[in-house]
């Protein structure tokens, strides 16, 4: 698969060396690789690290996703989901009862949940003693459901309207129960192309600086990349490197989600060409890619919902090892465009998996395997 001969054509032998080796990708090799014609051939060297970290196991949870406002204060211009206000068409503000009620109605289903994901706008006005509260509620529930919630960006919004720091936030989120927090608001993090997608937010020193605190406190984080807009190769290079080296110091990332733009309620239109069909091709580049520059990170999520339920198995031949969930119920791409279904039963996660080459293993919030059958795990 990985033959010599063919890689050289490619320019690209002393990439696949570095690979084979599982030695650091530079920045210039993830730009030669996105450069490169073959989208195979960077696929089968994915592969080949994928496999080394997992075999052929490929992951999913039993999630119910929460999203408790869309009222938002950073007026991201990519953004389907947020309103500016209460009293605005298609805005929302859940209250502690509405997010119990969603709870207890995901686990009076047999899912049995593995893991609860809540995450918002950045209201104006709802105070962090709010969020604890719910935190605790859904504690007291269900003691053993793993909390994932909460960007770096809402902590640096609640810190802010405290007037606390966000090392304080996170104690006090932790301290009610939090386990987990989500990888969203990274965007890209180039300081050129930021203000123009999401002036008012958290920019990419504050999101990596919260990174660090979350796991010194030993909260596991995940990360992401919104591509497919504005950007170029080069600033996916960068946003990737910068998330290498922060893991280099603080090594609390699990996973690692890609996550495509998508355009069709967004206030960011593209320009034609980049908005047809070959936006499949990229996706599973930007996978390939993003799993061999990111060699310090375990996971690589392709999320069913915004790569919809047709890419995002083929992206497990092309370095991801993870498909998120069974989700319930999910706005921020569905207000954006998503065609995707609300969800997923675990049958039909499964059964995408096995179709598609690959042992499904059910696992929890931080990756801890439930159901490990595979071959790999049986030896
Ligand atoms: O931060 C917003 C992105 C993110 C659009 O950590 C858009 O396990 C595409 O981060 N097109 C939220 N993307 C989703 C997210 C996430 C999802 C699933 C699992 C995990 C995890 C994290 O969605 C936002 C933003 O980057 N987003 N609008 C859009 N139009």
């Not at 698969?1 to 920045?27: F, H, N, Q």
């Not at 089968?44 to 997992?54: G, N, Q, S, T």
């Amino acid at each position: 698969m990985l033959d010599a001969t063919y890689y050289a054509a490619l320019g690209l032998s002393s990439i696949r060396e570095k690979v084979l080796a599982g030695e650091r990708l530079s920045p210039e090799d993830g730009l030669t690789l996105f450069n490169c014609p073959d989208i195979t051939a960077v696929g089968a060297l994915a592969l080949h690290v994928r496999c080394r970290l997992h075999g052929h196991k490929a992951f999913y949870v039993v999630n119910r996703q929460i999203n408790y406002t869309n009222v938002c204060v950073n007026g991201c211009t990519f953004c389907a989901f947020r309103r500016d206000a209460e009293d605005e068409p298609g805005a929302f503000v859940l209250s502690l009862d509405d997010v119990l009620a969603r709870l207890r109605a995901a686990d009076a289903t047999p899912l049995h949940l593995d893991e609860l994901h809540i995450v918002g706008g950045c209201h104006p006005t709802r105070p962090l003693a709010w969020f604890e509260e719910m935190i605790r509620a859904v504690r007291a529930f269900n003691s053993n459901l793993p909390v994932k919630a909460f960007t770096a960006v809402e902590i640096e919004h609640f810190a802010r309207l405290e007037g606390i720091s966000t090392l304080e936030v996170l104690k006090r989120l932790q301290n009610a129960g939090l386990v987990m927090m989500p990888g969203g608001g990274a965007e890209i993090f180039d300081e050129t192309l930021r203000p123009q997608i999401c002036p008012h937010k958290a920019d990419a020193k504050a999101w990596l600086r919260i990174q660090g605190e979350a796991h010194s406190l030993g909260i596991a984080t995940n990360c992401t990349m919104l591509f497919g807009h504005i950007e170029s190769y080069e600033h996916r290079i960068d946003h990737l490197c910068r998330l290498r080296e922060q893991q280099d110091k603080s090594g609390g990332f699990t996973c690692f989600i890609p996550l495509p733009f998508l355009t069709e309620h967004s206030r960011l239109k593209l320009p034609e060409d980049k908005v047809g069909p070959q936006r499949g091709l990229d996706q599973l580049r930007t996978v390939a890619v993003s799993r061999l520059m990111l060699d310090n990170i375990p996971h690589l999520k392709a999320y069913w919902i915004m790569m919809a339920p047709k890419l995002a198995p083929v992206a497990l031949w092309y370095g991801a090892d993870d498909l998120d969930g069974t989700i319930t119920e999910e706005r921020i791409g569905h207000m954006a465009g998503a065609q995707s279904a609300q969800g997923m039963t675990i049958e039909e996660l499964e059964h995408l998996i096995r179709e598609s080459g690959f042992t499904p293993v059910r696992r929890n919030a931080t990756f801890n395997t439930l159901n490990d059958e595979s071959p790999e795990a049986r030896q």
